[in-house]
Protein backbone atom coordinates (compact mmCIF):
# COMPACT_ATOMS: atom_id res chain seq x y z
CA UNK A 1 0.00 0.00 0.00
CA UNK A 2 1.62 3.23 -1.06
CA UNK A 3 1.03 5.90 1.61
CA UNK A 4 2.78 9.09 -0.02
CA UNK A 5 0.55 11.78 0.13
CA UNK A 6 0.26 13.64 -3.22
CA UNK A 7 -0.14 17.14 -2.53
CA UNK A 8 -2.55 18.90 -4.70
CA UNK A 9 -0.92 21.58 -7.43
CA UNK A 10 -1.44 25.49 -6.85
CA UNK A 11 -2.74 27.31 -9.79
CA UNK A 12 0.32 28.71 -9.81
CA UNK A 13 1.76 25.46 -10.55
CA UNK A 14 -0.76 24.01 -12.66
CA UNK A 15 0.07 27.20 -14.59
CA UNK A 16 3.43 27.12 -15.12
CA UNK A 17 5.07 29.04 -12.93
CA UNK A 18 5.94 32.81 -12.73
CA UNK A 19 7.58 32.10 -16.36
CA UNK A 20 4.08 31.55 -17.77
CA UNK A 21 2.32 34.09 -15.50
CA UNK A 22 5.24 36.79 -16.63
CA UNK A 23 4.45 35.46 -20.55
CA UNK A 24 0.61 36.69 -20.00
CA UNK A 25 1.29 39.97 -18.33
CA UNK A 26 3.61 40.81 -20.94
CA UNK A 27 1.23 40.74 -23.68
CA UNK A 28 -1.41 41.67 -21.66
CA UNK A 29 0.02 44.71 -21.10
CA UNK A 30 1.26 44.85 -24.83
CA UNK A 31 -2.60 44.62 -26.12
CA UNK A 32 -3.38 47.46 -23.99
CA UNK A 33 -0.30 49.71 -25.44
CA UNK A 34 -1.23 48.37 -29.29
CA UNK A 35 -4.57 47.77 -29.26
CA UNK A 36 -6.96 51.15 -29.41
CA UNK A 37 -9.81 49.22 -27.99
CA UNK A 38 -8.04 49.36 -24.78
CA UNK A 39 -7.42 53.05 -25.06
CA UNK A 40 -9.23 53.78 -21.47
CA UNK A 41 -7.45 51.20 -20.11
CA UNK A 42 -3.93 52.62 -20.98
CA UNK A 43 -4.84 56.02 -20.23
CA UNK A 44 -5.26 55.05 -16.45
CA UNK A 45 -1.70 54.05 -16.64
CA UNK A 46 1.78 56.17 -16.91
CA UNK A 47 3.62 56.47 -19.77
CA UNK A 48 6.23 53.23 -18.41
CA UNK A 49 4.54 50.52 -18.17
CA UNK A 50 7.46 48.26 -16.52
CA UNK A 51 7.08 48.95 -13.06
CA UNK A 52 2.93 47.98 -13.54
CA UNK A 53 4.55 44.80 -15.38
CA UNK A 54 6.43 43.62 -12.77
CA UNK A 55 3.91 44.17 -9.97
CA UNK A 56 1.36 42.73 -11.90
CA UNK A 57 3.09 39.58 -12.59
CA UNK A 58 4.17 39.42 -8.42
CA UNK A 59 1.00 39.93 -7.07
CA UNK A 60 -0.58 37.02 -9.90
CA UNK A 61 2.36 34.66 -8.68
CA UNK A 62 1.26 35.48 -5.19
CA UNK A 63 -2.27 35.07 -5.41
CA UNK A 64 -2.01 31.71 -7.61
CA UNK A 65 -0.12 30.39 -4.71
CA UNK A 66 3.60 30.84 -5.45
CA UNK A 67 6.26 33.03 -3.94
CA UNK A 68 4.40 35.50 -1.83
CA UNK A 69 7.18 38.16 -2.82
CA UNK A 70 4.44 41.30 -3.68
CA UNK A 71 3.01 40.92 -0.06
CA UNK A 72 6.32 41.07 1.37
CA UNK A 73 6.82 44.03 -0.64
CA UNK A 74 3.84 45.74 -0.07
CA UNK A 75 2.80 44.87 3.28
CA UNK A 76 -0.84 45.62 4.04
CA UNK A 77 -1.63 46.91 0.60
CA UNK A 78 -4.67 45.32 -0.60
CA UNK A 79 -5.28 45.41 -4.49
CA UNK A 80 -9.14 46.87 -4.37
CA UNK A 81 -8.12 49.86 -2.06
CA UNK A 82 -5.23 50.44 -4.43
CA UNK A 83 -7.42 50.80 -7.28
CA UNK A 84 -10.27 52.75 -5.58
CA UNK A 85 -8.24 56.14 -5.87
CA UNK A 86 -8.20 56.43 -9.86
CA UNK A 87 -12.06 55.46 -9.85
CA UNK A 88 -12.21 52.27 -12.50
CA UNK A 89 -15.45 52.67 -14.01
CA UNK A 90 -17.33 49.56 -15.97
CA UNK A 91 -15.48 50.37 -19.41
CA UNK A 92 -11.99 49.95 -18.09
CA UNK A 93 -12.84 46.98 -15.90
CA UNK A 94 -14.26 45.68 -19.06
CA UNK A 95 -11.02 46.48 -21.36
CA UNK A 96 -9.24 44.62 -18.38
CA UNK A 97 -11.05 41.37 -18.21
CA UNK A 98 -11.17 41.78 -22.08
CA UNK A 99 -7.35 41.71 -22.74
CA UNK A 100 -6.82 39.43 -19.86
CA UNK A 101 -8.52 36.68 -21.54
CA UNK A 102 -6.91 37.64 -24.80
CA UNK A 103 -3.43 37.29 -23.27
CA UNK A 104 -4.76 33.87 -21.55
CA UNK A 105 -5.90 32.65 -24.62
CA UNK A 106 -2.71 33.37 -26.44
CA UNK A 107 -0.05 32.44 -24.28
CA UNK A 108 -1.80 28.96 -23.49
CA UNK A 109 -1.29 28.11 -20.54
CA UNK A 110 -0.17 24.28 -20.55
CA UNK A 111 -2.80 23.10 -17.98
CA UNK A 112 -6.49 23.15 -20.23
CA UNK A 113 -8.41 21.66 -17.09
CA UNK A 114 -7.88 25.51 -15.77
CA UNK A 115 -10.47 26.89 -17.89
Known sequence: ???ETVQPRTPYEA???RAMIERIVNRFYDLIESDPAFAELRAMHSADLTPMRQSL???LCAWAGGPG???EQNPGKCMMSLHRSIGVGREAAD???DAMARAIAECGPPDRALG
Open 1 to 3: MNT
Open 15 to 17: LGG
Open 57 to 59: AGW
Open 69 to 71: DWF
Open 95 to 97: QWA
